[in-house]
C-alpha cells in the first residue's frame, strides 16, 4: 500500500529554518510528481511547492519562491522541503501528496490522491 510519511516539523523563531522530509512507501516513486501543501487553521490547503519526477524542475507558491526548495532523492524514495527565513505567516501543517496520474496540474489539493498525516510547523515572532 503506497504512503507518505512527513516528518521535520517544529517550532522556530522567525528568520529561522527547517527541513521537512517526506518518505514514500510503495513503487515506482521516481515517476511522481511530488507536491508539498499547507494549511493554517481555518485556511483552506495552500499550494507551496512541486516537484516533477525527474527532479530539477520544480514549481513555487509565490510566498515560497526565494526561500523555499524543494529536492528529493529518488533511490532513497525520499522528498524534502527546505524552508528558510521562515515568517509567522509560515505556520501551519505541512504535507507531501502525490497526484493522480491523470491530474494536468500539480497546485490544487484535488488533484492529489495520497496524502501524509501532516507536521506541524510554528513560526513564532
Known amino acids: 500500500q503506497e504512503q507518505l510519511v512527513e516528518s521535520g516539523g517544529g517550532s522556530v523563531q522567525a528568520g529561522g529554518t527547517l527541513r521537512l522530509s517526506c518518505k514514500f512507501s510503495?513503487?515506482?516513486?521516481?515517476?511522481?510528481?511530488v507536491g508539498w501543501f499547507r494549511q493554517a487553521p481555518g485556511k483552506e490547503r495552500e499550494f507551496v511547492a512541486a516537484?516533477?519526477?525527474?527532479?530539477?524542475?520544480?514549481f513555487y507558491g509565490d510566498f515560497a519562491k526565494g526561500r523555499f526548495t524543494a529536492s528529493r532523492d529518488n533511490p532513497r524514495n525520499m522528498a524534502y522541503l527546505q524552508m528558510n527565513n521562515l515568517k509567522p505567516e509560515d505556520t501551519g501543517v505541512y504535507y507531501c501528496?502525490?497526484?493522480?496520474?491523470?491530474?494536468?496540474?500539480?497546485?490544487?489539493?484535488?488533484?492529489?490522491?495520497?496524502w501524509g498525516q501532516g507536521t506541524q510547523v510554528t513560526v513564532s515572532s
Open positions: 516537484m516533477r519526477w525527474t527532479g530539477g524542475i520544480n
Open positions: 501528496a502525490v497526484p493522480f496520474s491523470y491530474a494536468a496540474g500539480f497546485e490544487s489539493a484535488e488533484d492529489y490522491r495520497i
Open positions: 510503495g513503487r515506482d516513486f521516481d515517476a511522481y510528481t
